[in-house]
């Protein structure tokens, strides 16, 4: 029997011209930065479904911002809008000069969401950091930060600081896609005993589309903090030029004389990054490590799917 689709419905509000579809059509879209310039004013609510890891599908809802379909959303339409809601991403413009009345209509639609799904994750991204000065970013950051969780409560959020010119909207995205995966733990301990089997430093598992980072396991300390959310975005570019090229990606190899890093398709719906120091272990046993899990990993992807778990021996 074919597994069902699993829909979760997301929210993504925020005022008219703070960059919501614009990072949308980046994540899910394949649009590069400099060509969301393009992209018009969201009328009213546009509902779009992005397939996730096979069965799973987001049902997004990019609302827009103008004034007058936010106050309709909080009156006629607030049971049809803010009902079953997973997860509700709020986008601020961090230059906006209606700071009050964004922070209100932000707790209008908390009001609604703890009303109407008291369960749903709250998400804030702090957009447009590209615009502050560089040596003012964390201070901005952390004031808005601040306001917002106590301005959130009883709820709580997550916040994040973004812009559609580096990795920062990769690393926010990854962690919002992250908390709607349902099988993730399990997805998570059989990676770890992945790597343990095939004595790797760390492995990172993408989303086949987005390249968004769903799950990943380290054995040994690294040092760039960044690194998952540079990967994306790096990759995503490339993965863009080929399409250009009428080319499709598929794999990668990069090695120097510390490590070796293989990029390769996974399963259906995922790419997996292998990272090894031993220079003991060859390519071609890495390469094959690889395919020989694929289809346990199949598996795993199928939500209603039986229970199964790679063995560290």
């Not at 369960?119 to 601040?146: G, N, P, S, T």
């Not at 908390?179 to 733990?185: A, D, K, R, S, Y």
Request: glycine fraction near 2%; proline fraction near 2%.
């Amino acid at each position: 029997m074919p597994n069902t689709a699993m829909k979760k419905k997301v929210l993504l509000m925020g005022k008219s011209g703070s960059g919501k579809t614009s990072m949308r059509s980046i994540i899910f879209a394949n649009y590069i930065a400099r060509d969301t310039r393009r992209l018009g004013a969201t009328i009213d609510v546009e509902h779009s479904h992005v397939r996730f890891l096979g069965n799973l599908v987001l049902n997004l809802w990019d609302c827009g911002g103008q004034d007058t379909f936010m106050e309709n959303y909080f009156t006629s339409q607030r049971d049809n809008i803010f009902r079953n809601v997973e997860v509700l991403i709020y986008v601020f413009d961090v230059e906006s000069r209606e700071l009050e009345k964004d922070m209100h209509y932000y707790q209008s639609c908390l009001e609604a969401i703890l009303q109407n799904s008291p369960d749903a994750k709250i998400f804030c991204l702090v957009h447009k950091m590209d615009l502050v000065q560089e040596d003012q970013r964390d201070l901005i950051f952390k004031e808005r930060e601040e306001d917002l969780r106590r301005l959130s409560r009883p709820l709580e959020c997550a916040c994040f600081r973004t812009s559609i010119w580096d990795e920062t909207l990769y690393k926010a995205w990854s962690s919002i896609v992250y908390q709607l995966i349902p099988n993730v733990q399990q997805l998570e301990m059989n990676l770890r005993n992945f790597a343990q089997i095939i004595e790797a430093d760390e492995v990172l598992l993408f989303e086949r589309a987005t390249f968004l980072v769903i799950s990943h396991y380290q054995c040994k300390e690294q040092r760039d903090v960044h690194r998952f959310e540079k990967i994306s975005n790096i990759i995503k570019q490339f993965k863009l030029s080929c399409s250009k090229l009428a080319a499709s990606f598929q794999s990668m190899e990069v090695r120097n004389s510390n490590f070796a890093a293989f990029i390769d398709i996974f399963t259906s719906n995922t790419y997996v990054m292998v990272v090894m120091s031993d220079p003991s272990i060859p390519s071609a046993a890495t390469l094959i490590n690889i395919r020989n899990a694929r289809k346990h990993f199949e598996k795993l992807e199928r939500v209603d799917g039986p229970k199964h778990s790679l063995l560290v021996r």
